[in-house]
């Protein structure tokens, strides 16, 4: 067996010098890879209320994605993503320690860690491109969620690409809304451990542009959603209307939730039935921008049917019109809710701008079975901005959001500042 190892070592050491000579220099091997992404910190300080209960919690966050993306040929190539994420509770040692890759479950904002994001091979065939592997989902329902799976877009049309995708390990993000919602009698198994497929139409037609989404999650839920902006100018002022559609068709009929009593100390919790049904939901904004000023106003109003749970975006608010920060969420609707929004800002020399959000909603909660009534809920957000382009790669933000809600709602008070570099 020495001689083996021997003989094979010598094999390998002979081939590498043999090829030593004829080796690609790193500054021809790096030429035709592009870096993309960004390095952002953030500080966020909330301050929260639900009855007697509170909860202040002030957190450092440094996060990192970074993409290399290599041409192997004239149609290949080839993408890996690193990300680096770091929560570290300010003023709590025990909960501050870096400790990278200790109990990494792969999921976004958890602790301190490092890992590849994304991982996958492309192929590109005229105005036609695959992509396979992990890759972020990029759908209308969805915000930055990675999946593994394929995913092909062409262009064909002008004016016009058509999509396509199927993906399944669906990451466990900490913005699905409906991640505690366990389906069936199996408290394992969650909506995000389903498959994901999809199709999609995105065109621009000067001065139209529209998008067409239809998504099914696996034995969950079929996502629907259709947007058309329409954009104008009269003079200096850029006007512009935009509307959407959007709705979900439940598979699943019922499901569990864990329902949390905060008012207890410690908080105690069940298990609680939740019925499963259809959701609506419309939305317009019109926004004007001109000399400096910026402005919008918008209506949202969603529907479920028969007093059901639902969701409308699988992860944050994906491509859906919103407003504040903290007020709206469509991941999981729990009622009937409307909500108007006014959005109004002026930037200063093209660097500095300072603006304000004001978010008004009613909610009609439903009833959760053998837990709470349904209940009428009235609430606002208040949100103050300001935000610096330093340069254009290098762009620094603050906000404060408060809303007040009634009726035993969740008050909350929330400030960050925001430093963010792009690639």
Known sequence: MRLIKLSLATIIAAGALANLASAA????????????????????????????????????RFTSDIDFKATLDDRFFGVIGFRYDSLDYSGQRSDA?????????????????FNVRQFYLGYTAGNTTLTAGRQVLGTFFTDDMVGTGIKVLNSDIGGLTLV???????????????????????????VYDRN?????????????????????????????????TLGASLGDVDLSLQ?????????????????????????????????????????AKLGA?????DGSVGYININTKDNGYSLISFEDQGGF?????????????DGDSSAYFVTAGYTFANKVRVGADYVGMR????????????????????VARVDYKYSKKLNFKAWYSYINGDNETSDNQHLRFEARYNF
């Open 25 to 60: 220099s790193l500054e021809e091997a790096i030429k035709n890879v592009e870096v993309t992404g960004y390095a952002r910190y953030r500080f966020d300080s909330q301050n929260a209320k639900l009855g007697s209960f509170k909860d202040t919690d002030n957190t450092h």
């Open 97 to 113: 320690e870096t400790r990278v890759g200790v109990d990494d479950r792969g999921e976004d904002s958890f602790g301190q860690t």
């Open 164 to 190: 396509g995708m199927a993906f399944d390990n669906l990451q466990e993000d900490g913005d699905i809304g409906a991640r505690y919602v366990f389906l069936g009698s199996n408290s394992d198994e969650h």
């Open 196 to 228: 994901l497929y999809g199709v999609a139409a995105i065109g621009s037609y000067d001065p139209i542009s529209f998008q067409l989404w239809y998504s099914a999650l696996d034995s969950v839920a079929q996502l629907y959603a259709a947007d058309v």
């Open 243 to 283: 509307a959407q559609a959007a709705g979900s068709s439940m598979w699943a009929n019922s499901a569990r939730v864990v329902v949390y009593d905060f008012t207890q100390v410690p908080a105690k919790y069940e298990m609680a039935d939740l019925n499963l049904d259809d959701a609506t939901f419309l939305a």
């Open 289 to 293: 921008k001109g000399f400096g000023f």
């Open 321 to 333: 019109i919103t407003a504040g920060e903290d007020l709206l969420d469509y991941t999981f609707i």
């Open 363 to 382: 909610v009609v909660y439903n009833e959760i079975k053998n837990i709470d009534p349904s209940s009428t809920v009235d609430a606002y957000e208040a």
